[in-house]
């Protein structure tokens, strides 16, 4: 009898309204691994005296889902999970349309909320039976450069305890969900980094990065994720437990005065600079293409580094910390760390 392979398997998600109780899932979702999904009951054992043997023991809490979600980044069907770590998307708007209005490109302007309060269902169809977690908080994510030069996302998840014959979500419910594409990556090609001094004029495009060999983005909030309570055996619903931080790491290609003695000089006061980043991707219609572009008004310098090591290239490296903005600089009409701009062909609030 032939096996299972993961070709066979397939995932969706849904936002869900109430921790511990699934949603029936509305989207499938390209995901590389279902590590970390299982159920982790932890067997107590009786170790009282008396005894010459342990006899078999009894199931106490089940330990919270952390896993790490590593994906593609995609411009579609991980637009969701990524406003979610960033707490509030607001409805979209018409960018352009075509062809009847069949081929619409639509804005999602996704702004950092005081608390993440968004979580979600996710199903995977396994064949022989379905995973479901019914409750799921993204607590932030790490967006780098992968393989090839496509870029990589790892979301830190929050799951309260996997199912494994629910009726909310059954193999016909994970295949009726939208169907993800395929395609429509993010590539560092596809890439562009600008920054310049916080009270410098509007970034423009002689403000490029183009030495910008590797860049990773972080977000994360603090989440209280482990609190049991009584009357039942998983977790209550993690909430906020400190300071979100939003770290940017930059490695340069080449030591230049772009990337040594100028931002050298700025560690000494931990200058503050501005930058955003942007992709751009296949087209929508025959106007308007995928594209997705972080906005970081207040971009603190914190760590700088230039190691030399025998007669190769030097390559800096200089680590950011998103912060609030004292007043919102040239361009950019807002002072939160970061703002993120989503451009797909996703009609729906990210969120609702």
Not at 320 to 348: D, Q, R, W, Y
Request: with cysteine; hydrophobic share 45%; charged share 20%.
């Amino acid at each position: 009898m032939a096996g299972r392979t993961g070709r066979e398997f397939a995932a969706a998600f849904a936002l869900c309204n109430t921790w511990g109780t699934p949603a029936s899932v509305t989207r499938q979702l390209l995901i590389n691994s279902t590590d970390g999904f299982d159920q982790m009951p932890q067997v107590v054992d009786d170790e009282a005296i008396n005894q010459t043997f342990l006899q078999a023991g009894e199931v106490g809490d089940f330990t919270p889902h952390t896993p790490k979600m590593a994906m593609q980044m995609r411009y579609e069907d991980l637009d969701s999970f990524v406003a979610a770590a960033h707490g509030s998307a607001a409805n979209p708007t018409v960018v352009s349309s075509q062809a009847a209005a069949s081929l619409v490109a639509y804005q999602h302007v996704v702004d950092l909320a005081p608390a993440l309060t968004k979580f979600f269902t996710l199903a995977v169809d396994m064949v022989q039976y379905v995973l479901e977690v019914p409750s799921m908080k993204i607590a932030g994510y790490t967006l780098r450069v992968g393989d090839n030069g496509r870029m990589m996302v790892e979301f830190d998840a929050i799951g309260n305890k996997s199912n494994y014959t629910s009726t909310t979500n059954t193999r016909s419910t994970v295949a009726g969900a939208r169907r993800a594409q395929l395609g429509n990556r993010l590539f560092r090609k596809n890439g562009k980094f600008r920054m310049n001094v916080q009270g410098a004029s509007a970034l423009a495009d002689s403000d490029e990065v183009k030495i910008a060999k590797e860049i990773v983005l972080g977000t994360g909030a603090p989440m209280a994720g482990d609190d049991f309570v009584f009357n039942q055996d998983y977790i209550i619903e993690p909430d906020d437990n400190g300071f979100p931080e939003f770290p940017v790491e930059v490695t340069f290609a080449r030591m230049n005065s772009q990337s040594a003695n100028s931002l050298a000089i700025a560690l000494e006061t931990a200058k503050v600079f501005k930058a955003d980043w942007t992709f751009t991707g296949p087209y929508i219609n025959s106007t308007t293409q995928r594209q997705l572009t972080y906005e970081m008004p207040a971009l603190q310098l914190r760590n700088f580094r230039a190691v030399a090591a025998g007669a190769q290239q030097v390559r800096p490296q200089a680590t950011f910390h998103c912060k609030l903005a004292a007043s919102s600089p040239a361009g950019m009409a807002f002072v939160e760390p970061i703002k993120l701009t989503i451009i797909n062909a996703n009609s729906a609030n990210l969120l609702a």
